[in-house]
């Protein structure tokens, strides 16, 4: 089996005099030899097409050097717009004729790294460039950090706390009003028995590849995929995206039971509750470890319903008050919705009527 094509770091200078570019060239070969591409246009408007055409082709441009005065766009204004769809490049202006308000401006306006007088001496423009490089990295570095955490901390946490991800910390809150959505596996304790730790959990996370686009294409957000008393845990700024995840669960459990079909697992059941109320959602843990965390009567109840779904052939159950919260939404008119009891939460003496939304 071939081995895939590496695709290389590229180098992009621009400059509207062919000399300058030989020159640039030559250097850069003899300082960095075949660890990166070179590339090189002769204006701003041939360097973007060259940018978006090694986009394409899955090659990163990681610095980018620019003349100042070129015919068309100047280098300032070239690395202000290629700023804005590609911040994270690293951008060095070398020219002999720009005035200081073009530096500043690019400095401004695209984050410019370097600003190099012609005609440049060598070993300060090898060394901005190697410099430049480590910025790059350093950066990449840190995006894919964040990327990963926040596979941990979800993305809306952090923007009701307005925090970026570094900042977070041990008792960090929000408190708002919102719908809680509890899901599990109806017979989830069978399906464990018979089948070894490790078949249970790719299972699991089989599963939750198909469920996980219900959620998110709702704009849920994902605080808890499993817990030791729930199942999953699912928070919605908004009523009538919960009721359409809720119906958008169902449809991706029977897609996955139809898939797996003669499993001996299959047919799964998704039995699912919810409930609207004050919700407080943050940051748990220790200085060593942290971790997101709801404490509410909302969830509690939204877990409770869960668990009675399974005695009422896994239908939707939610409480009288998200009920009326959907009442009038048109699309939901079709939806045959019928209280069907009452259930009690510990520590509270009052009754909370529910009803179900027939599959």
């Not at 695709?7 to 060239?25: A, G, Q, R, Y």
């Not at 009326?324 to 939806?335: C, S, T, V, W, Y």
Request: glycine content about 6%; some cysteine; hydrophobic content about 40%.
């Amino acid at each position: 089996m071939p081995k895939p094509e590496i695709k290389k770091p590229v180098i992009l200078c621009v400059d509207d005099e062919k000399m300058v570019l030989d020159s640039l060239n030559n250097q850069l070969q003899k300082k960095f030899g075949d660890k990166y591409n070179y590339e090189f246009a002769e204006s701003a408007e041939e360097a973007i097409e060259l940018i978006n055409s090694l986009e394409k082709e899955g090659y990163p441009v990681i610095i980018v050097i620019s003349d100042q005065i070129m015919p068309g766009l100047t280098g300032d204004k070239f690395l202000t717009m290629i700023h804005k769809d590609h911040p994270e490049q690293i951008k060095v202006l070398l020219t002999g004729q720009a005035s200081l308000e073009s530096a500043i401006n690019a400095v401004n306006n695209a984050n410019l790294y370097r600003y190099l007088n012609k005609p440049w001496e060598e070993n300060d423009f090898l060394l901005t460039v190697e410099k430049g490089i480590e910025q790059y990295n350093l950066l990449e570095e840190r995006a894919q950090q964040h990327k990963i955490f926040s596979k941990f901390i979800p993305k809306q946490l952090l923007e009701y706390l307005a925090k970026p991800i570094v900042k977070i910390e041990v008792g960090d809150y929000i408190e708002k009003e919102m719908t809680a959505l509890v899901c599990d596996i109806g017979n989830f304790s069978f399906i464990a028995e018979i089948m070894s730790a490790k078949e249970t959990f790719n299972f699991i996370n089989n599963y939750l590849k198909y469920i996980e686009p219900a959620i998110t294409n709702n704009k849920g957000l994902i605080e808890k995929f499993f817990g030791e008393d729930t199942g999953i845990v699912t928070l919605f700024d908004v009523p009538s995206d919960a009721i359409k995840a809720a119906l958008d669960l169902q449809i991706a459990t029977k897609k996955f039971n139809e898939d797996h079909k003669g499993q001996k697992y299959t047919p799964i059941k998704c039995s699912l509750g919810l409930d609207i109320g004050n919700i407080m959602l943050g940051i748990i843990g220790s200085e060593k470890k942290l971790q997101t965390a709801v404490i509410s009567k909302t969830l509690i109840i939204a877990s409770r319903l869960q668990g009675q779904s399974v005695l009422y052939n896994n239908q939707i159950l939610l409480s009288e008050t998200l009920a009326e919260k959907i009442k009038d939404i048109p699309e939901f008119k079709r939806l045959e919705i019928k209280p069907l009891g009452k259930i009690r939460v510990a520590g509270d003496k009052n009754e909370i009527p529910f009803l179900g939304i027939k599959s």
